[in-house]
């Protein structure tokens, strides 16, 4: 792709449409799957778009991810399905010293000052605690997602295990996208979330890195936060159509000091985060009849749409079906970090 391009996006490697268009007409059918697997800025998915074709596109990065996204929306392409599949801690953890879930649960026990306890019957060899404050700390594994079923288990293990323990800690790696409502509908108060720094196997690369980092406590768990929308409005239109009137209210951002940014670019984040929260949205979503596996956009916005300003609009009103039934409505976004939320409201 020429620099001077209109369709140039950024990438070293795009390609022009034309090309890509004299690939898939030579090389496919108008009802057959085209795929890229190293997708970059998204050629393929939109010329396969305008030509009819289905398509499959992925890539390991995401920004890449969230340039095919948008490059789609402002298509107008049909419905389509956007699925996070990486798993960048599990890959780490596979290049890094460990090789048991145990000895690495072991050392992010210690970081947070907690006691692993020692190897018996019924007791999990993720799990320590604190003594003085009667506390159990869990950490979960960096292969899974914490979810329901995992504070579900930890709830059930501040019950079980020996002793009497006022408030269990879970530290996780990688979070269910609607980890906030989840959090929200279990409604305990002795039981927290914490976020284990995203960077922190990259730091224990052997066994002197784990002792420093124990001995100088510079390693912060940050409290998990996320996208909360205003409650939603319902009118009646006319017959065939209602109008659904939704607003961002605020998104709180995990701790600055959880992510791996110089001084300063941390010190402005920080500012962001007082200021305004919101401006840090860089695309969200709706789908207005949300069923709980799949996602379905029918409207999204961007801050670049919008001239002079790098804020997302915050507020809508939606045009929909008219249906006399309960709707669920879900909002998704993401943030100019790449860091993914999710809200849920049922609407009557």
């Known amino acids: 792709m020429q620099g001077q391009s209109s369709e140039n996006l950024g990438y070293v490697t795009q390609k022009p449409e034309a090309l890509l268009k004299r690939i898939i007409e030579a090389s496919s059918l108008p009802d057959s799957i085209v795929a890229d697997f190293f997708a970059g800025s998204g050629t393929l998915g939109a010329v396969a778009e305008k030509l009819g074709r289905k398509w499959i596109m992925c890539d390991v990065g995401k920004p890449a991810c969230m340039i095919m996204r948008k490059r789609l929306s402002d298509l107008n392409a049909r419905p389509f399905l956007y699925q996070s599949i990486g798993d960048y801690q599990k890959e780490q953890f596979k290049r890094s010293q460990f090789r048991r879930i145990g000895d690495l649960a072991h050392v992010v026990i210690k970081l947070y000052g907690a006691i692993p306890f020692p190897m018996q019957d019924g007791i999990p060899n993720n ?164 069923d709980g596996e799949v996602f379905r956009s029918k409207w999204q916005d961007y801050r670049e749409n919008h001239r002079n300003s790098f804020k997302v609009n915050r507020k809508v009103k939606l045009l929909v079906p008219r249906t006399g039934k309960k709707r669920r409505v879900c909002v998704r976004a993401v943030d100019v970090l790449g860091f993914e939320s999710m809200a849920i409201q049922d609407v009557r």
């Not at 976020?195 to 406590?217: F, M, Q, S």
Request: glycine residues 4%.
């Open 127 to 290: 799990l320590g605690y604190i003594k003085q404050s009667k506390t159990l700390v869990y950490v979960d594994s960096p292969a899974r997602i914490t979810g329901y079923s995992t504070l579900k288990g930890a709830q059930k293990l501040r019950r079980s295990v020996m002793g009497r323990w006022e408030k269990i800690v879970v530290l996780g790696w990688n979070f269910d996208n609607d980890i906030g409502r989840i959090i929200e509908s279990l409604n305990d108060d002795k039981l927290e979330v914490l976020v284990i720094p995203p960077d922190l196997l990259e730091k224990l690369r052997n066994k002197e890195d784990c002792d420093d980092l124990i001995k100088n406590g510079k390693v912060k768990f940050s409290s998990l936060r996320y996208l909360s929308v205003k409650p939603i409005r319902r009118k009646t239109v006319d017959e065939a159509q209602e109008e659904l009137e939704i607003e961002l209210e605020n998104y709180v951002l995990l701790s600055p000091d959880a992510l791996p940014l110089d001084k300063d670019d941390k010190e402005k984040l920080e500012k962001v985060i007082e200021e305004d929260p919101l401006s840090l949205i860089e695309y969200w979503s709706i789908d207005p009849d949300y």
